[in-house]
């Protein structure tokens, strides 16, 4: 019963700041490659940010690239996407990913809306 939850979405300003976080359980944490995804109504659904299990190396849309900071806390089987000057194009569904080379698992998403 993997289970991935989602929180910390919801309100906030252009230029504000939110942390996101994934919890997940009923699964080897530490195994897998965590990214958080992001969908927008009429948009397709898009890698924001990803960090690896190999080395923790991390990537980023260029979009948020300078923005954004994935990081993950093995010990306590969690990853976090801090959002720092949020844009109205941010808001969007973001949803918490684990992935192995032949397993994936998902989230229910979060919603994040930006607006003034």
């Known amino acids: 019963q993997v289970q991935l939850v989602e929180s910390g979405g919801g309100l906030m300003q252009p230029g504000g700041s939110l942390r996101l976080s994934c919890a997940a359980s009923?699964?080897?944490?530490?195994?897998?490659?965590m990214s958080w995804y992001r969908q927008a109504p009429g948009k397709e659904r898009e890698l924001v940010a990803g960090?690896?299990?190999?080395?923790?190396?991390?990537n980023y849309a260029d979009s948020v690239k300078g923005r954004f900071t994935i990081s993950r806390d093995n010990a306590k089987n969690t990853v976090y996407l801090q959002m720092n000057s949020l844009k109205p194009e941010d808001t969007a569904v973001y949803y918490c990913?684990?992935?192995?080379?032949?397993?994936?698992?998902w989230g229910q998403g979060t919603q994040v809306t930006v607006s003034s």
């Open positions: 009923g699964l080897t944490f530490s195994r897998y490659t």
């Open positions: 960090i690896t299990r190999a080395d923790g190396s991390t």
């Open positions: 990913n684990a992935a192995r080379p032949l397993h994936t698992y």
